[in-house]
């Protein structure tokens, strides 16, 4: 028996992810992946970890731990992040601030809050997978969010209202995007910032790689930007998506949205509908764990990934022939890199996989799934060495493939 006939239409545009589909196959130790986009877990606070649940769970804490809770989040966890966003150039208080499981289910919850079928999202061209994934349950249409687009504002929004809709809003990811690494200048967000006051659209900011700066000056967020044009978040249109995913541990899932009340109160709708909270033992831990040592871990992280990603651009240069060109990010977690035209990295990822190296194919980031010529390189997950050796196997598949007999050096 077979209930298929009974999904709803919007299913149709749902899919597995393509990294989560990749990373199946590369359990063989044998293998350098730069598929993931994750964190080293040997990095992560485990001792620190260790204690908070030690702590969470003691006669004088198990009862609120393992208890139903509020759903806007755990208030000491809120606290801190209130005075970490302050830190940011964000005043805003708890009750600004919501605690998602992980910035995901924040994404879910905006595109469940804000898209009717066949209204517009912009977004970046590419853009993060996840978010696609997220959004598309709502039947949106996309265009494309570009700060150098041309385009009038009254152009895009009479290109959304002959789709059946209206630009809802504009999502990015302002520092170190995933998949490009890409960090936008401040010129650049204002821009940003003016294209959705004309149009009259929220700005939702995926700051999930915020804290992973390794080279040049940290940039104002765009939230913090236009609170110094408004004086205060309630009067501000844009949505801020934060996550200890990439800096404390993935797996507890918690993240936070911070926002104009009004926004705020409908999310807390949307999750109590959704699963009432955040499990309250994973907010407890890490809220314990980012007041001990948030600051330090950070630190940490931006030496040893940092290092890696300087030995993958040094790597790249080293191995990659003439044609092949990628983009040198500051920050975060991955390098995007564009082979020539005519090039399907779908089809060179089966002979890097003979290879024992892995990627992700770039065409899945694109709304439309185009650019099939592009891929994307983590370098958090991997060692030095891992990093030097997985790229000299990947620049050896891409000269066969080209028909080149070595590397550009």
Not at 14 to 24: N, P
Not at 113 to 141: C, H, M, Q, S
């Amino acid at each position: 028996m077979s209930l298929d006939h009974l999904f709803a239409n919007r299913t149709s545009r749902m899919s597995a992810s393509e990294i989560r589909e990749l990373l199946k196959l590369l359990d063989q130790p044998d293998i350098i992946s730069f598929a993931g986009g994750i964190p080293d877990p040997a990095y992560f606070p485990r001792a620190a970890f260790a204690d908070a649940m030690t702590v969470a769970l003691s006669e004088q804490s198990a009862g609120v731990a393992l208890q139903y809770s509020t759903s806007e989040g755990y208030t000491p966890l809120r606290d801190w992040i209130a005075a970490h966003m302050a830190t940011l150039g964000v005043p805003c208080s708890r009750d600004n601030i919501l605690i998602t499981a992980g910035s995901q289910q924040a994404l879910d919850y905006l595109g469940k809050l804000l898209i009717d079928k066949g209204d517009t999202a912009l977004v970046g061209w590419p853009t993060y997978l996840g978010a696609l994934g997220a959004f598309n349950a709502y039947e949106p249409r996309y265009d494309r969010l570009d700060p150098s687009d041309n385009r009038a504002p009254e152009q895009i929004a009479l290109e959304a209202a002959e789709a059946g809709g209206r630009v809802k809003f504009a999502y990015l990811s302002p520092d170190f995007a995933n998949p490009t690494g890409i960090t936008l200048t401040q010129q650049e967000r204002r821009t940003v910032l003016a294209r959705a006051d004309a149009l009259d659209c929220a700005v939702i900011e995926d700051a999930a790689y915020q804290s992973l700066r390794y080279d040049g000056e940290a940039l104002p967020s765009i939230l913090a930007m236009e609170i110094e044009q408004t004086g205060d978040i309630e009067a501000c249109r844009t949505i801020y998506l934060g996550s200890f995913s990439k800096t404390l541990a993935p797996g507890l899932r918690v993240g936070w949205v911070v926002a104009a009340k009004p926004v705020i109160s409908q999310l807390v709708l949307t999750k109590q509908a959704a699963d009432l909270q955040t499990a309250t033992i994973n907010q407890m831990a890490v809220a314990h764990v980012a007041e001990a040592v948030f600051d330090t871990h950070v630190e940490t992280l931006r030496a040893v990934y940092g290092k890696r990603m300087h030995a993958m651009l040094d790597a790249l240069s080293a191995n990659m022939p003439t044609g092949v060109t990628w983009i040198e990010p500051e920050g975060g977690m991955f390098v995007w890199v564009t082979l020539p035209n005519g090039m399907d990295a779908k089809a060179l990822l089966q002979d890097a996989l003979a290879a024992n190296v892995a990627f992700v194919p770039g065409g899945a980031f694109y709304a439309d799934g185009s650019n099939a010529n592009t891929l994307r390189l983590n370098f958090s997950m991997s060692s030095e060495a891992k990093i030097i050796e997985g790229i000299a196997r990947l620049g050896a598949v891409i000269c066969t493939a080209m028909g080149e007999v070595s590397p550009r050096a």
